[in-house]
């Protein structure tokens, strides 16, 4: 049922590797949209010993890539057909808010059996997802995640040459080596870095060996969809790979990475490289934790090389609105542990409140309650943020709907100086700034991703207007 246009496929660059990548279907699309897409129950083939009841769009996992255009219109028919109401959010999209998919912020919950129409023109190229927004914590954990990709015009596309273009969905699943469900939350762990799954897969596989061309420019883009976890991406030493975007933004000079690069929760990471000319070469890429590099997954070449001499190239830049820093306000934003755990007893049932944003607990909201926004931003105008980490935990803080430019902070060099980002990683004790032009008039979701920790408190949302 996966349903795409011609145009998508025509620009598609997954031919060659598609029984590792999502699947894009041939069938023709109902008329008027360039997606029919449905959240439902799906089998998942992800345990060594046994499948698992789980959820998929198009009752798969991965889920479709979804490939827009940049600056064309994309319309998407999202059927539910869980038993339980579900949205979907586009994040990092700068989109209209009722395009948005929170409930009741922006659109109202799509019940069980019922459709919904998304459509909008992305301004941005670059590599986005797409989650649900309820119940986030099962409805993410069980599958619902995919990319996003918006290309570039096609005359860019051209000029980039990349000859593959393989999106890598990083995600930890909850599950034991027979398949069963273990608990996506425990108190104790929301409380601290949140709970971690068991079963590391990329693009649902363990452990995979991809297959690249031999010599081909290739274009990985990776994307934390995770619940919890925190990948640091090491490509091998002798391979030239250059980070081209953060986040879904183009970085101005593509640079080589010498440390590991830290991917919280919703974050992203396009790396190019010219495969090695030759057939077999193994290329490691590896995940740190702690002091060590554990293995990630494969890349391997096949094939023959073409002769054609290739460069990495630079992305056209991102069209963000550039924040008058000199005039911007500042408003401050202390991210918290709050308080003491009660015994384990009463905390299995009922919410949890261990996290506030200016001392407040997100209190959840309903269609005739909608809580207080966080503050109320002047559209049109440049503000910076001071988002200060007090805890001994990392927080990828995350606002919908803008993206901001990093400009500094207390614990270490932000580089690429002022790189774009729409989720932006806190270290412990670490005070980041960033600024933004309030563009876009709408009530905006703004929370961290590691979704046990918007769940217990960490959320909030920003008014514009
Ligand atoms: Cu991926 Cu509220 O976001
Ligand atoms: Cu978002
Ligand atoms: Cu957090």
Same mark, same amino acid.
């Given at each position: 049922?996966?349903?795409?246009?011609? #145009?998508?496929?025509?620009?598609?660059?997954?031919?060659?590797?598609?029984?590792?990548?999502?699947?894009?279907?041939?069938?023709?699309?109902?008329?008027? +949209? &360039?997606?029919?897409?449905?959240?439902?129950?799906?089998?998942?083939?992800?345990?060594?010993?046994?499948?698992?009841?789980?959820?998929?769009?198009?009752?798969?996992?991965?889920?479709?890539?979804?490939?827009?255009?940049?600056?064309?219109?994309?319309?998407?028919?999202?059927?539910?057909?869980?038993?339980?109401?579900?949205?979907?959010?586009?994040?990092?999209?700068?989109?209209?808010?009722?395009? $948005?998919?929170?409930?009741?912020? @922006?659109?109202?919950?799509?019940?069980?059996?019922?459709?919904?129409?998304?459509?909008?023109?992305?301004?941005?190229?670059?590599?986005?997802?797409?989650?649900?927004? %309820?119940?986030?914590?099962?409805?993410?954990?069980?599958?619902?995640?995919?990319?996003?990709?918006?290309?570039?015009?096609?005359?860019?596309?051209?000029?980039?040459? +990349?000859?593959?273009?393989?999106?890598?969905?990083?995600? /930890?699943?909850?599950? $034991?080596?027979?398949?069963?469900?273990?608990?996506?939350?425990?108190?104790?762990?929301?409380?601290?870095?949140?709970?971690?799954?068991?079963?590391?897969?990329? /693009?649902?596989?363990?452990?995979?060996?991809?297959?690249?061309?031999?010599? @081909?420019?290739?274009?990985?883009?990776?994307?934390?969809?995770?619940?919890?976890?925190?990948? #640091?991406?090491?490509?091998?030493?002798?391979?030239?790979?250059?980070?081209?975007?953060?986040?879904?933004?183009? %970085?101005?000079?593509? +640079?080589?990475?010498?440390?590991?690069?830290?991917?919280?929760?919703?974050?992203?990471?396009?790396?190019?490289?010219?495969?090695?000319? =030759?057939?077999?070469?193994?290329? $490691?890429?590896?995940?740190?934790?702690?002091? !060590?590099?554990? *293995?990630?997954?494969?890349?391997?070449?096949?094939?023959?090389?073409?002769? =054609?001499?290739?460069?990495?190239?630079?992305?056209?830049?991102?069209?963000?609105? %550039?924040?008058?820093?000199?005039?911007?306000?500042?408003? *401050?934003?202390?991210?918290?542990?709050?308080?003491?755990?009660?015994?384990?007893?009463?905390?299995?049932?009922?919410?949890?409140?261990?996290? %506030?944003?200016?001392?407040?607990?997100?209190?959840?909201?309903?269609? &005739? *309650?909608?809580?207080?926004?966080?503050?109320?931003?002047?559209?049109?105008?440049?503000?910076?943020?001071? !988002?200060? /980490?007090?805890?001994?935990?990392?927080?990828?803080?995350?606002?919908?709907?803008?993206?901001?430019?990093?400009?500094?902070?207390?614990?270490? $060099?932000?580089?690429?100086?002022?790189?774009?980002?729409?989720?932006?990683?806190?270290?412990?004790?670490?005070?980041?700034?960033?600024?933004?032009?309030?563009?876009?008039?709408? #009530?905006?979701?703004?929370?961290?991703?590691?979704?046990?920790?918007?769940?217990?408190? !960490?959320?909030?949302?920003?008014?514009?207007?």
């Amino acid at each position: 049922m996966p349903l795409s246009r011609r #145009r998508f496929i025509a620009s598609s660059l997954l031919l060659p590797f598609s029984t590792l990548l999502p699947r894009i279907s041939l069938a023709s699309p109902e008329v008027g +949209f &360039d997606y029919v897409l449905t959240a439902q129950p799906a089998t998942l083939d992800i345990s060594p010993e046994g499948s698992t009841a789980g959820f998929g769009f198009d009752g798969q996992f991965p889920a479709p890539v979804l490939r827009a255009k940049q600056g064309q219109k994309i319309r998407i028919k999202f059927i539910n057909l869980l038993k339980e109401p579900t949205t979907i959010h586009w994040h990092g999209l700068r989109i209209p808010i009722e395009m $948005d998919g929170v409930p009741f912020l @922006s659109q109202p919950p799509i019940k069980s059996g019922e459709f919904y129409i998304y459509e909008f023109t992305p301004p941005d190229a670059g590599t986005f997802w797409y989650h649900p927004h %309820v119940n986030s914590i099962e409805q993410l954990g069980k599958g619902l995640v995919g990319a996003f990709i918006v290309e570039e015009s096609d005359n860019e596309l051209k000029k980039l040459a +990349f000859d593959q273009d393989i999106p890598l969905l990083l995600k /930890n699943w909850h599950l $034991d080596d027979q398949g069963h469900w273990l608990p996506f939350s425990t108190p104790r762990q929301s409380a601290r870095m949140g709970t971690p799954g068991r079963i590391e897969t990329i /693009n649902g596989l363990r452990a995979p060996q991809l297959k690249v061309q031999a010599g @081909s420019l290739v274009r990985l883009r990776f994307l934390n969809v995770d619940n919890t976890v925190m990948y #640091r991406i090491v490509m091998p030493k002798g391979l030239d790979a250059k980070v081209i975007a953060i986040d879904g933004n183009a %970085v101005n000079v593509p +640079f080589s990475l010498h440390e590991p690069w830290a991917m919280g929760p919703g974050m992203r990471l396009d790396i190019a490289f010219i495969a090695p000319s =030759k057939e077999g070469q193994v290329i $490691d890429i590896k995940n740190r934790q702690g002091k !060590l590099n554990f *293995n990630f997954f494969t890349l391997i070449t096949e094939g023959k090389a073409a002769q =054609k001499t290739k460069i990495i190239p630079t992305l056209p830049a991102s069209v963000i609105p %550039v924040p008058d820093i000199k005039n911007a306000q500042k408003i *401050n934003f202390t991210f918290e542990w709050q308080g003491a755990i009660t015994p384990a007893d009463k905390l299995l049932q009922g919410k949890h409140d261990f996290w %506030v944003i200016n001392k407040r607990a997100w209190e959840g909201m309903s269609r &005739d *309650n909608i809580p207080a926004p966080l503050v109320k931003l002047e559209l049109g105008k440049s503000y910076i943020f001071n !988002l200060r /980490n007090v805890t001994q935990y990392h927080h990828p803080i995350h606002l919908h709907g803008h993206t901001w430019t990093v400009l500094k902070s207390n614990k270490r $060099d932000i580089h690429p100086q002022g790189y774009h980002t729409d989720t932006v990683l806190l270290g412990k004790n670490e005070t980041v700034q960033v600024a933004f032009v309030a563009d876009n008039p709408g #009530r905006w979701m703004y929370h961290c991703h590691v979704i046990e920790h918007m769940n217990t408190g !960490l959320m909030g949302f920003i008014e514009v207007s």
